[in-house]
């Protein structure tokens, strides 16, 4: 696949590690099925560039690259209070020397918070130009579509990136970590049996589906749901996966190249729970790598369980995809300490 005919702007100038994890995969195997369970590795997403890094870098750089192309002067985003695509969305932003505006979307009344730490602490810190809260269940496009008309009407031209950076563009960004993987398996003469990953928006998991497709990788791809089950999620990610594959001329993606588990993200999306809080604690002291509460943590948290059901062949080589946000772990402190009793 050519991604050369895109606009890019690269934020990163290596390929993000991947690495073994032996004290966690040792740790795992307590609790599979005959005391053997898989290898664990991990791809350091996390390290991405626009810090502290994240998957929405990748998707960064076709996004603001197709910004500048059209002339824009403010990213115009949105996402959850302590998102981590607006904080990157304001990162790219900064760099490239544009204006940015959010609308935040109030997933649980009263969350937001503009003197919080975490992402919202980075928000004040690199500028954001404004932020409009609305309520859960808003329609953030049309939200998104006012900002850009009342910047029209100052002169000005916005750009706006869809919640995620989950757009054909922007799942361009993960078919390019697939092609930087692929080489990076070869010359590690690492073969898998499983990739890890977490499935939100969409853009990156179904980037990855276009990735694989195009790359005619046969290796299992496992979506975790962080804010919703299979039957809700897998046909957002599938209509996401063809968006990319249609951008880039790869034909029809079949509906069973995305498969998704649940039960990991509940009560609701970023709010915590005990699988969550087990898994970040375990990762950080076998492997001193660390989890966020919203995402990486539920998504290892599904790791763990399907190993623990015997998903996973003993000794089978699994790839976990660290997608980053780091920030909003500090506002969990005393949730991922044990301070805080949850339901499991």
Known sequence: MDLARFPRRHYTHAPTPIEVLPHFTKAL?????????????????????LFPGGNKTRKLEFLAADALAQGADTLITCGAPQSNHCRITLSAAVKEGLKCRFVIEERVPGSYKKEA?????????MGVEAITVVPGGSDMGAAMSKVAQELASLGRKGYVIPGGGSNAIGGLGYVACVQEMQQQW?????????????SGSS???????????????????????VSRDPADQEPLVHKEAQAVADLLGLGKVPREA???????????????????VEAVQMLARTEGILLDPVYTGKI????IGLARQ???????????????????????????????ALDA
């Open 186 to 198: 070869y010359d590690m003469g690492l073969a898998l049996d499983a990739v890890v990953v977490g």
């Open 29 to 49: 195997a307590a609790g599979c099925p005959g005391g053997v369970g898989p290898e664990i590795w991990i791809k350091r997403d996390d390290l991405l560039g």
């Open 117 to 125: 730490g975490g992402n919202n602490f980075m928000f004040e810190l």
């Open 258 to 276: 995305v498969k998704s588990f649940g039960g990991y993200w509940q009560p609701k999306y970023s709010v915590p729970n005990a699988k969550m």
């Open 300 to 303: 290892m948290a599904g790791l």
């Open 203 to 225: 853009g990156t998991h179904g980037g990855m589906v276009a990735g694989f497709l195009g790359n005619n990788i046969k290796i299992p791809l496992i979506g975790i749901g």
């Open 310 to 340: 015997g998903h996973f062949k003993p000794n089978a080589k699994v790839l976990f995809m660290h997608t980053g946000g780091l920030p909003s772990l500090h506002v969990y402190e005393d949730v991922v300490l044990g301070r805080t």
